[in-house]
């Protein structure tokens, strides 16, 4: 088994158990041979009994050499190492066996682990990880023995999330295991839904220590004010933090009138968290040592660290089993625990708002606003670099931590797009999730060094219901409102001013972003009538008067919320010495249903309005912005996110007439002959998407091509191979999704197409399933393609392939 077939070039990959503890993951080989049989004898006769179903003092021997052999298509041994002690070994074989009553691609499996190591998860990830070689070498079951006695394994089997057959034989469970690859889409989810829940379980586990820590050190602490470390020193101090504190630095003896140690190997305790702001020379040094003592997270603040040592930094923490935030960033704060460990210039409100930031100092404004707002944070991380903590470990952080209500991201690159995808799909199911779009421009593009361009991102976050604003401002604006208003359950919005044409220009922007602009009828006319002046109009926007009294317009809000067909409320308020209180009006109003208000003499572009009608009161916030159009912008964004949330998630269909197999051989045969890659012929490329029931015009019937061209509608569908997010699948003008494409997808694509559009729809997801099952596919181009109400055809078609190595996106490893 090569390097480059586990996915990294050094043939090893790092993991968390159940713990939240680091292991290292690699194949096994003949150098290994001594640890591993020094492993197996030390298993105690019960577990060697039930690894062997005997206790023959040569099985260890044995066993070692079947483990280290060199490795071949037939035979994959893997290896669990903690501290570079072998501690697990887990290994598969195939047996060419009949399965189910027909040829199958069959390997029987068989594990060990080290009586120390037992339940921490250690035979379950090696499994996983089995798994995955597994699918991309042709391996389409597994089968084990197991004894009956063995509890612990079976456990391990039943818990995987595999489809499992099992029957007992002689007091052995024989044991049947189809692949996800070779089983129902279902299944495959069930397993990839298990994989993400223990790795939710082990990520949350080994981040409390960065974000929950009962310890901190920080490492390069100045005696001198201003600098980044005395200044992060301070802010734990000023923040409130009940943990244990220290300071490191060799040439002072006290900062601030503490002691301070001249270095992590003095430390008393190994600490939670270290901060580390010294040099970037001084930094891989700082770092060895805290994990020479024991150290279980760093937060590195320190800039200009080259590749290497970047690549040297993170290579230490994955040894020494610490995880990483940075390197170049501005530090975490937690300030529900009084945890303020960056170098801000004042303390973030506790609050309910999870932040991650790649831009620190984009952060450090947004903690502010935030706090500002009185929406605060929940926690905030300004992760930089990016090496091993990222988006992905902080959304699935907030699913558990119980304080966190909405997240907001902003990133300019991705490690796993598409397990960070498929992440953040699950946590917008129950909490919006905001971002900024970076980088539209040509000249931004190059700024932030996207690893994609904005129409792929677009997709990502569309497809994972993350809610897209443009810029700073919007994104602000947006979380104010989902912060403290609930979800708009549709798109109808009633709007109500006292000044008339500021009704009109949010009625103008509500039609410009998709929102219905509601239409007051039948009771609620009436009883708006009874209260609105003759000068006024109720029939929408609600134009109250410019002298309208605070409870007139306060029963107003209450009428409109009341009626059915409103899903949310704009109320639009200009106070005038005329008027009563309008903006008691909205606070004390009983909606409940979204509201925003616009005070259109305000200073702020965005505050929050207290609730209640007592000062003692504390019934939620309204947010209330200095415009029209961003108070509709940020409704509209959220009814969008409604909209999503409530959708069917989809499914991604099943075609019993594909033959992806000999897709696969089509393309491989290809590739053997033309090993850089290229364009596949007129005839190859008919057959392959045969092999996806996509039917080809043929070339020498021009004329009933002219006659079905002359008869449909034309669109084009094109498949562009992303290495890193994967296929994007585009269609028409701009409609895009990154494969694998649901119904619900293809659906969103198609909803705007005349006759044909059923069949367009069927046509995008066979095409997606093509691209999602042949990775080797980097370019797809039918276009036209002729769609009527009968049918669609490919008038023309091109396709490229080039060479590729399976990868799993959805394995269960450390960056």
């Avoid at 260890?60 to 697990?88: F, H, K, N, W, Y």
């Avoid at 509601?518 to 009874?530: M, W």
């Amino acid at each position: 088994m090569s390097t480059a077939q586990l996915g990294v070039g050094s043939g090893q990959v790092y993991a968390l158990l159940a713990d939240g503890t680091t292991v290292e993951i690699r194949p096994a080989g003949p150098e290994d041979f001594g640890a591993v049989k020094a492993m197996h004898e030390a298993l105690s006769p019960d577990n060697s009994y039930l690894r062997f179903f005997n206790l023959n003092r040569m099985a260890a021997d044995t066993e070692a050499r079947r483990i280290c052999r060199d490795a071949s298509p037939d035979q994959v041994a893997l290896l669990a190492l903690s501290d570079g002690e072998v501690v697990g070994c887990a290994s598969y074989v195939a047996t060419g066996e009949r399965v189910a009553g027909r040829q199958s691609g069959a390997a029987e499996i068989a594990f060990a682990v080290a009586d120390h190591m037992h339940h921490r998860g250690i035979a379950t990830l090696l499994l996983e990880h089995l798994v995955s070689y597994a699918k991309s070498h042709q391996i389409t079951t597994f089968t084990a023995q197991t004894l009956t006695e063995n509890q612990a394994m079976l456990n391990v089997f039943a818990d995987a999330g595999l489809l499992m057959e099992r029957h007992l034989e002689d007091g052995v469970f024989q044991t049947t295991f189809p692949l996800p690859a070779a089983a129902p889409a279902t299944s495959g989810d069930s397993y990839l839904n298990a994989v993400a829940e223990r790795e939710r379980s082990a990520e949350a586990a080994s981040l409390r220590h960065v974000l929950a820590p009962e310890s901190v050190v920080v490492i390069g602490a100045g005696r001198r004010q201003g600098t980044a470390g005395r200044a992060i020193l301070e802010n734990i101090r000023a923040g409130g933090y009940a943990g244990r504190v220290y300071a490191v630095n060799p040439r002072a003896r006290q900062i601030g009138g503490e002691r301070c140690l001249a270095s992590v190997l003095d430390l008393p305790e190994p600490v939670d968290l270290a901060v580390i702001a010294v040099p970037a020379t001084a930094v891989l040094e700082a770092a060895e040592q805290c994990g020479q003592r024991g150290v279980r997270s760093l937060v590195v603040v320190t800039s200009g660290l080259q590749v290497g040592a970047c690549a040297d930094l993170l290579a230490v923490c994955r040894r020494h089993g610490m995880r990483l935030v940075g390197p170049d960033c501005f530090g975490v704060a937690v300030p529900g625990i009084g945890l303020n460990a960056t170098f801000a210039a004042s303390q973030p409100r506790s609050g309910v708002a999870g932040l991650v930031m790649q831009s620190g100092g984009l952060g450090f404004a947004m903690v502010d606003q935030l706090s500002r707002l009185g929406i605060g944070i929940s926690s905030f991380a300004s992760v930089g670099d990016k090496l091993d903590v990222s988006g992905n470990d902080m959304l699935q952080w907030w699913e558990r931590d119980g304080v966190t209500k909405l997240a907001v991201l902003y990133l300019e690159s991705f490690g796993n797009p598409r397990k960070f995808a498929r992440t953040a799909r699950r946590v917008s199911a129950t909490m919006p999730v905001l971002t900024v779009l970076a980088g539209r421009s040509a000249a931004g593009l190059q700024t932030v060094g996207r690893t994609a361009p904005p129409l792929v991102s677009r997709a990502l976050f569309e497809q994972a219901g993350i809610i897209i604003t443009r810029g700073y401002g919007e994104l602000i604006e947006a979380t104010a409102l989902l912060a403290t208003q609930p979800v708009p359950a549709g798109r109808t919005v009633a709007i109500v001013s006292n000044i008339g044409s500021a009704g009109l220009l949010a009625a103008d922007a509500c039609t410009d972003l998709g929102l219905t602009v509601h239409r007051p009828h039948g009771l609620t006319g009436r009883r708006l009538r009874a209260v609105v002046p003759e000068t006024g109009a109720v029939t929408g926007p609600i134009d109250t008067g410019a002298t309208v009294s605070g409870a007139d317009f306060r029963q107003c809000l209450e009428l409109l919320a009341a009626d059915e067909e409103v899903h949310a409320i704009i109320a639009l308020v200009l106070p005038t010495g005329a008027t009563g209180d309008l903006v008691a009006a909205i606070t004390e109003a009983d909606v409940g249903i979204p509201l925003a208000a616009v005070v259109l003499n305000q200073a702020e572009s965005v505050r929050l309005l207290p609730r209640g009608r007592m000062p003692e009161e504390d019934e939620g916030q309204v947010p209330a912005y200095g415009y029209p159009e961003a108070a509709v912008a940020a409704m509209a964004r959220a009814a969008g996110y409604g909209a999503w949330r409530s959708a069917p998630r989809g499914d991604v269909p099943h075609f019993a007439n594909i033959r992806a197999a000999d897709a696969r051989t089509l393309a491989h045969e290809f590739l053997r002959r033309a090993p850089a890659g290229g364009w596949l012929s007129p005839g190859q490329t008919t057959d392959l998407l045969g092999c996806y029931g996509i039917l080809r015009a043929d070339a020498e019937d021009s004329s009933a091509t002219v006659a079905a061209r002359a008869a449909g509608t034309e669109v084009s569908i094109k498949v562009a191979a992303d290495r890193t997010f994967g296929p994007l699948v585009t269609f028409g003008l701009g409609g895009a999704r990154l494969a694998p494409l649901t119904d619900t997808d293809a659906d969103q694509l198609v909803r705007d197409v005349g006759p044909g559009g059923t069949y367009l729809r069927d046509l995008l997801l066979r095409v997606s399933r093509l691209a999602d099952d042949l990775p080797e596919v980097t370019n797809l181009d039918l276009s036209p393609v002729t769609a009527w109400p009968d049918g669609t055809i490919v008038m023309a078609a091109r396709i490229k392939v080039a060479p590729y190595e399976p990868q799993d996106p959805f394995l269960r490893k450390l960056r």
